[in-house]
């Protein structure tokens, strides 16, 4: 990146300090050539201006080796898997021009980024951009924090096949603040968390959630392993760190390590631990946070089920936890000695996978228990080898409060909004709240899964909910009343959704989204274009008092943070008589943000439906004053992709 950053200046602000034992003095850094096997490649900034960063990414087929000896055809930008890093300071406009050499359509989302509505890459804000053809995004960048890009047609399908890369928003003073804390930015390292399905040919195995693709699929893949994709998220078989399998980092014993690391994988729960190391998340999606804050590693207890071996704690409060979609700014500092060799491990926990159970002739009939789900062993990510010589071991201090960057400040807004209403497990839809629920169907015979998000009025289930009967309104997990979308359900019910039926938010308002999760699996929510800040999950649960199942509820709160998206985490009971409400501060106020030179929400809104890529039909946005529709969704992409996705338009006062 361009611009020089102004080293050494003081931060001025009152900070106390929580020591971690580091090095200090000129060996501060690390090994020679620490990061040169897995560093992601910077973009070439083509624009002569400091203040302009302007790229250009193609997206195309290319082969690239991961097992050794091994070509596997992928989906890249500029031939990178992931993409090209992408790096731009606050303050300056960011220019990408994206050329589709797929045979499909595709777009960009910039993930956390809040940019005017048009430039966001959703399958509302744009069409996909044909084959052949090009489109550029421009924008100014506002907050500095670790984002990514990825598309946003067929998400699951183009993200999973190599198309994502980091994206990096500095603030100079507040780099220059960490590094007189002691933390050296010559030892930041982005790690882009990955994993991909490959078969015996070391090639990606079929997909299974495009309607297209169902049909296809059904000559490579049998149900079972269409549902399992669709209902548990894909999760790879090789798990992948920079692109690659197992790569290797050199450190010096001593030196505090910085790692930005995005979750890019598209069903798999990057749950991280360094064994005999504490990490310390000093930031996630929206920036440092106020205070640094200690992860001890993951601990193995002995299996409940079979106490001959033992198990990853399946507390997922334990360990770094990153939802597919989620990003996490840490610091730890290797303690071992020269010669000594650390693993970066993967960690499972029970994230609510379900098993599919299927008929005589393989087609699917039901979900049941996986007893597996949590007790795959630690896998290793990522290797971190200690060389050279050992510096003297002094302390780095973490500055308490952490510098944040006045540019995008941590304004606590939890405050602002009124839970008094809120039925402490009764999700409401009075006064500031907007329930959405995220739910799915039970499977079809050929493998295929209806989810959904809804977002509208639902009397009729937040009844259900209060006399506990919800699994009456969710017969074969379709909201009993509600606009969305003509029956029947289709695999996309988000295509037919209408934008005269989406909800109605008014630009500056503060709301509190309850996002509540009926299923047995966790969701990750993410929003787009607008940060939220997490208050509360509240484990609701009715029990069976036929089977002697009590009824509890349980509510667990969130450090002040700025996030896009976060683990929901599954319901703690039966269907029906349980679930869990997540409460989400967001204040939609995009009113900072360039003013749209092209008008191009508007006339998208206007050409209305055109085919299910488009994002519906109505009357747009008439308003030059209004913002746009926005979206979010599950990030677990075949549920996003299945119609676990939703909408709202902000408009004008
Ligand atoms: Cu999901």
Sequence with gaps: ???????????????????????AGVNNENPMGWDQRLRVEAATDVNPDPNIVEVYLTAQETEVEILPGVMTTVWAYNGQV????????????????????????????????????????????????????????????????????????????????????????RDPEEEAALELAGLPDSTELTLVLDDMLLDEAGQPVAFATEELELAKAHRTLHPKEIAEQIVNGREGNILLVNGQKLPTLLVRQGVPQRFRIINVANGRFMRLSIPGHTLYRIGGDGGLLKEAIPIPPIDQIEDPGDPSRSISNPDPEVGLLLAPSERADIVFTPSRQRGQTLYLEWHDFPRGRHRILTDSV???????????????PPRKLLRIRVVGKTPPISALNLPSPLPRSKHSPLMDIRGLVDLSN??????????????????????????????????????????????KTAEVALSNGRPVEGKVGPPPFGPRPFSAVELSTALDLTIGEVRFWEVVNFTGADHPF?????????????????????????????????PLENKDSIRIPARPGILGKSWTITRLAIQFDDSARAESPLGLMRTHAELGASGKEAGGTGTGFPNPGDSGGWVFHCHINEHGDQGMMSFFNLVAP
């Design 1 to 23: 990146m361009k611009g020089c950053f102004l080293r050494g200046m003081l931060w001025t602000g009152m900070f106390s300090f929580t020591s971690v034992v580091s090095s």
């Design 82 to 169: 992931p993409g090209p890093r992408i790096e731009a300071k606050v303050g300056d406009t960011l220019i990408v021009h994206l050329t589709n050499h797929l045979p499909q359509g595709t777009s960009i989302h910039w993930h956390g980024v809040e940019l005017p509505a048009e430039m966001d890459g959703s399958n509302l804000a744009q069409h996909a951009v044909p084959p052949g053809e090009s489109f550029t995004y421009e924008f100014k960048v506002l907050n500095a924090a670790t984002h990514w890009y990825h598309p946003h047609f067929r998400a699951n399908e183009q993200t999973d096949l190599g198309l994502a890369g980091p994206l990096i928003f």
């Design 362 to 376: 393989g087609n699917v009939t039901a979900f049941g228990d996986e007893k597996t789900d949590g007790k795959t």
């Design 422 to 467: 809120t039925g402490q497990g009764i999700p409401e839809n009075t006064g500031q709240a907007l329930p959405v629920f995220f739910g799915h169907g039970m499977p079809q015979p050929s493998g295929a899964i209806n989810f959904f998000a809804a977002v509208q009025e639902r009397k009729g289930l937040l009844d259900a909910i209060r006399t």
């Design 526 to 558: 993410h929003m787009h274009g607008f940060f939220f800040q997490p208050i509360e999950t509240v484990f609701v649960n009715f029990g069976d008092e036929t089977a002697g199942i009590p009824s509890n509820i349980k509510t667990v709160t969130y």
